[in-house]
């Protein structure tokens, strides 16, 4: 669940919002420049000059708003004026700009009543093709009226015990998500998701999406994510006993339609007390899906204890395909660096599952400290694959001196270049080294590779590219 952020923390505008724009894929969690509606702003071509945009802000505070839509077009003005700051590097003048926009919000929310109904009713009769940086802008603003609104609600809830006025709203949003995708991932993703906002009164209207994405496929994504919130929501609120969920995931497990059974098999394989496990496994192994087994592939790597996520990637390598997990071991290695170099050195000590040591490799190795693995992954695992994934760890997590001297081995080592396939990959991996800045390095590496027998004419011309943007001044080819 993300973090239920004060309201007055939600109004913290400006910097935040130009400099990191939101994916509305999961998570405009909190932005001052959020929201559409195209109403009189100016086109991109006129507020391209940082003077023109503090006019444009001067006249938008000439006056005291009186209506929702003339104090969006002051929020979009001041988030502009706000970008226009940022973008010149004056942060104390950025600031400033913020605090105007702080303050309009509180004085907006005062004043009128209901803005966040005002803001999804703005959000829904916005043009979805207009990326204009003022429709951005827009969208942003109003994204954020709706977010706080929605959030104050569920604060006064928590303090009343009646969650009829957020219901509504959420309600309001879920019957509006299906207009189009960025609509659907602005509420269901950025706002919905991961939210504990989702209850009882919401069952319907998310079954219905699950339903209608059959028929639109831009909203299954947002339908899994809402199906999986509101069964959350509902044990953790104590609406619904665990064993109630069960009975219905188990119902949805072989469900034709594919979000309902995805759904269910995620909540199964997390079950508190693992019980389900051996039921996901074979479900999934019986329908040969091999999205099906990535996406409990994800579940498995962000929610399970370490060994027994291990134990489900393991389990599914055979269905998805090991380089198809590679996300999830990505994410487990994150979570649980130790567990996943603990599994691969039990695994190359017995000499098993060498695509599962591979993306051990790369899904530890591209952790902080996880160069150490590749090193040895390196230097001892026989199989050739996983020397390779080494490589690419080595070359872009090591110092350049590790990189360095891995990639002049890996020139040496008859075995691994036999394939030129792989000679193509050192030239990738010099890519990766090149990033650290030491352009010797390059340069010394460029040149023994240019001159091995194996090197394909294709991956000549990238590595003469290469060379060229970062062999020293003064140095030929």
Known sequence: MKHLATWVFVVGTGIALWCALPDTSKAVPIDVASAPQPNDIASPESIDTRATERVSASVAESHDPRTFDEWIERLVALALETRAAVEADDFDEAREVDERARVAIERMRAELPD?????????????????????????????????????????????????????????????????????????????????????????????????????????????????????????????????????????????????????????LLTSRDGRYEHFVMERVRQSRDSDLAVAVGITAARELEPRAALRVLEQLEPVAGASRLTASFLLLGNRAPASIRTAYEHKLADQVAPQLRAEMVTGFGFGDSGFELARVAFEQDPDLEVKKRALFVLASRSTVEIGEHTLLAAIDDDAFTADPTRVGAIVSALDNLANHGDANAVHRVGRRLRVHPKLMDADRRRLDDLLAQHTPPGLGQ
């Not at 969650?163 to 949003?173: H, I, T």
């Open 115 to 267: 803005t966040e109904e005002s803001a999804l009713h703005a959000l829904c009769g916005l043009m979805s093709e207009d990326e204009t940086v003022a429709g951005t802008a827009r969208r942003r603003v109003l994204g954020l009226v709706l977010e706080l609104g929605l959030r104050v609600r569920w604060q006064r809830f928590e303090y009343s015990g009646d969650r009829a006025r957020v219901d509504r709203l959420v309600e309001a949003m879920l019957v509006s998500l299906p207009q189009d995708e960025p609509l659907a991932e602005l509420l269901g993703l950025g706002l919905l998701a991961d939210e504990p906002f989702l209850g009882p009164s919401h069952e319907r209207a998310v079954l219905d999406l699950v339903e209608l994405s059959l028929r639109e496929p831009f909203l299954a994504r947002v339908a899994k994510a809402l199906l999986t919130t509101l069964w959350q929501n509902l044990e953790e609120s104590g609406a619904r006993t665990s064993g109630n969920l069960a009975s219905l995931a188990l119902v949805y497990a072989d469900d034709s339609n594919p979000t309902r059974r995805i759904c269910a098999l995620r909540h």
